[in-house]
């Protein structure tokens, strides 16, 4: 019932900058963590950032100082704003959202993100 719906892909220059907003709908228990995963093809889904309700995030190491997440508590809605975007960011990205209470976590479509050089 609960979906979550990406959006901000695209296909981009090196150094250039994306924003990739997912909103959650639908009857949601409490969310307690947001955040975004990425998959590039032929490798494992790595976390890129969360944020929790507090707005306490964590980064990779591979996207601190580029990328920036924030959420919208009251409209159930993350962001992430990527910068100075290399090659190697190129993946599908996927939201997630984590009810601790309902102990289910909830993820989007997935959102493509292509970086050429």
């Known amino acids: 019932q609960v979906q979550l719906v990406e959006s901000g892909g695209g296909l981009v220059q090196a150094g250039g900058s994306l924003r990739l907003s997912c909103a959650a709908s639908g009857s949601i228990f409490s969310i307690n963590a947001m955040g975004w995963y990425r998959q590039a093809p032929g490798k494992q889904r790595e976390l890129v950032a969360d944020?929790?309700?507090?707005?306490?995030?964590h980064y990779a190491d591979s996207v601190k100082g580029r990328f920036t997440i924030s959420r919208d508590n009251a409209k159930n809605t993350v962001y992430l704003q990527m910068n100075s975007l290399k090659v190697e960011d190129t993946a599908v990205y996927y939201c997630?959202?984590?009810?601790?209470?309902?102990?289910?976590?909830?993820w989007g479509q997935g959102t493509q993100v292509t970086v050429s050089s």
């Open positions: 944020i929790n309700a507090g707005g306490i995030t």
């Open positions: 997630i959202a984590v009810s601790l209470q309902a102990g289910v976590d909830y």
